[in-house]
């Protein structure tokens, strides 16, 4: 069964995680120093995946005849409304330190987690993972007049949907399992 729940920002909550590689050891590293499993303060948090279709056109024809699938890329933004260098580290790593660091040195990778439930049915969620997930670049403005913001790009290698519908689970709590989709 689909979700049919209306969500704002409110509703949601950023994740972020090392992973199991020698990058993720370093952006976990970065995690847990800033305390920033569950960021906060963020605002237009946006994920695209593009798919690069392609069409084939035959000779004569005015529309494509078949719609080919191509590379895949993953990518979005986050702006942070709190600026405390470790969106930063987790851009630079071990070059954002004080000290000089000799290169080579790695560039964090981490996980995103982007999950909203609605307090008043908390066995419902709708989740996005994306996994190998590294920024791109980190901007920061100070305005006269507006909140200072620190804005990121990032760039992922998997996306995974974590969708789940507790309308069917027993009154004793724990979360859902997530909805699968049977493919044939």
């Given amino acids: 069964m689909a979700l ?15 992973e199991n ?4 050891a370093d ?17 237009d948090v946006k994920v695209r995946v593009d798919t690069a279709l392609k069409e084939f056109y035959e000779v004569g024809r005015r529309h494509p005849v078949s719609l080919s699938p191509g590379d895949i890329a993953i990518s979005g933004t986050v702006g942070r409304a709190y600026v405390n260098g470790a969106l930063l580290f987790l851009l630079l790593g071990r070059g954002a330190t004080p000290t000089a660091t000799p290169e080579p040195y790695v560039q964090p990778t981490f996980s995103i987690t982007l999950r909203l439930a609605d307090p008043a049915r908390p066995a419902n969620s709708l989740g996005l993972e994306l996994g190998g997930v590294k ?12 909140f ?6 990032f760039k992922a290698l998997t996306v995974r949907v974590v ?14 399992p997530p909805t699968n989709v049977a493919f044939a």
Avoid: Y
């Fill in 135 to 146: 920024f791109a670049n980190w901007s920061w403005s100070l305005p006269e007049d507006e």
């Fill in 27 to 43: 952006a976990k590293a970065v995690v847990d120093t800033f305390a920033i499993q569950t960021v906060g303060r963020l605002s």
């Fill in 163 to 176: 969708d789940r519908d507790g309308s069917g689970s027993d009154a004793g709590g724990g979360e859902a």
């Fill in 21 to 24: 590689t020698p990058e993720g």
């Fill in 148 to 153: 200072v913001m620190e804005n990121l790009c």
């Fill in 4 to 18: 049919t729940e209306v969500f704002t920002g409110a509703h949601g909550t950023f994740t972020l995680a090392g």
